[in-house]
């Protein structure tokens, strides 16, 4: 098993930056993993993903988010997601999640707000 767990959600002003981390409980080198991506979910809406790197780099954005987003991970034990230029659309809570040989662990989310 993997535990995954968020952090770096604030509130933040439209047009702001943040930056979330998502720590694994093991190394990326311990278990097969074919990738990890990070989601979100804003009240009365479904998760969507919002982007996502597979173990040989390749990544992927939602379409809402492209050339603001950056994922990011060091393979390790660490993914990254680097959000700038933040709109008021993009409050929600933003979880971690990998998918492994045979499962998805999700992480328990971290609050992103971004105030007009």
């Known amino acids: ?3 995954l767990v968020e952090s770096g959600g604030d509130l933040v002003r439209a047009g702001g930056s ?5 720590a694994l409980s093991r190394s990326m ?3 097969t993993f074919n990738h990890v991506g990070w989601f979100r979910q804003a009240p009365g809406r479904q998760r969507e993903v919002v982007a996502g790197i597979t173990k040989g780099g390749n990544t992927n954005y939602l379409t809402s988010v492209k050339g603001r987003f950056t ?3 060091d393979y390790d034990k660490t993914v990254y ?3 700038s230029s933040l709109y008021a ?3 929600a809570v933003y979880y971690c999640a990998i998918v492994t040989g ?3 662990y999700w ?3 971290t609050q992103v707000t971004v105030s007009i």
């Open 29 to 31: 080198h311990s278990f």
């Open 107 to 109: 992480g328990q989310g």
């Open 1 to 3: 098993q993997v535990q």
């Open 18 to 22: 943040l930056r979330l981390s998502c």
């Open 81 to 83: 997601l680097q959000m």
């Open 71 to 73: 994922i990011s991970t």
């Open 89 to 91: 659309e993009d409050t």
């Open 102 to 104: 045979g499962s998805t």
